[in-house]
């Protein structure tokens, strides 16, 4: 397996515009986390999902941020509209519960100008 | 969930041991020990778990205390590639299994 795929890598983007952030888990595995990280706050998780079902969204930062499962092999991560200070390194994550060990992506640099 | 402390940074030289400490001192009877580190760019990856006994694998060793309040995560030899951020989580077994992060620790190895 080619492991946790995130697209894409880099994206700048101006202030207001849409982003979509994009993830494509390890095959069989039934949970995908979506985290940040910036300087100033770290890693954050921002919401995760077993088996395609949202779970817990309370690390979501604000209405802008939205994100869809629609199949176990794909999730998007939506920010609408984008400022600047979502900039950070966003995250996917996936795992096997009985495994424990999440695997993670390489991630993708969002810069909002 | 049960919390861990670690230091923000150490420094270590290279090719010598490295000792990562974490002390989780509310851990309860469930809950795994389990260490991740992130390289620069890249995201957080699996390096070691434990319960109760002791750990060994090709990247780490994993030393829990017997009161399990605290662990070290053991890296034998240092090389430059291991100049990360070390995180220590906990997962309860029969939770569900969330990786919370906290800062980790700053691992600098000097040439």
């Known amino acids: 397996d080619a492991g946790v795929i995130q697209s894409p890598r880099h994206e700048v983007t101006e202030m207001g515009q849409e982003v979509t952030l994009r993830c494509k888990p390890i095959?069989?595995?039934?949970?995908l986390f979506w985290y940040r990280q910036t300087m100033m706050r770290g890693l954050e998780l921002l919401i995760y999902?077993?088996?395609?079902?949202?779970?817990?969204d309370s690390g979501m930062p604000e209405d802008r941020f939205s994100a869809k499962m629609p199949n176990a092999s794909f999730s998007t991560l939506k920010i609408q509209p984008s400022e600047p200070r979502d900039s950070a390194v966003y995250f996917c994550?996936?795992?096997?519960?009985?495994?424990?060990?999440?695997?993670f992506g390489q991630g993708t640099r969002l810069t909002v100008v | 969930d049960a919390k861990t402390t670690q230091p923000n940074s150490m420094e270590s030289n290279e090719e010598e041991p490295v000792h990562l400490p974490c002390n989780h001192s509310?851990?309860?009877?469930?809950?795994?020990i389990h260490w991740y580190r992130q390289l620069p760019s890249q995201g957080p990856e699996y390096v070691i778990h434990?319960?109760?006994s002791n750990v060994n694998n090709r990247m780490a060793s994993l030393a829990i205390a017997e009161d399990r309040k605290s662990s070290t995560l053991i890296l034998h030899r240092a090389t430059l590639r291991d100049a990360a951020v070390y995180y220590c989580?906990?997962?309860?077994?029969?939770?569900?299994?969330?990786?919370?992060f906290g800062r980790g620790t700053s691992l600098i190895v000097h040439p």
């Open positions: 509310t851990i309860s009877g469930t809950d795994y």
């Open positions: 989580i906990l997962r309860d077994v029969f939770g569900s299994y969330i990786p919370t």
């Open positions: 095959s069989g595995h039934d949970y």
């Open positions: 994550a996936s795992s096997l519960r009985d495994r424990g060990s999440a695997f």
């Open positions: 434990g319960l109760t």
């Open positions: 999902f077993n088996n395609n079902v949202p779970i817990d």
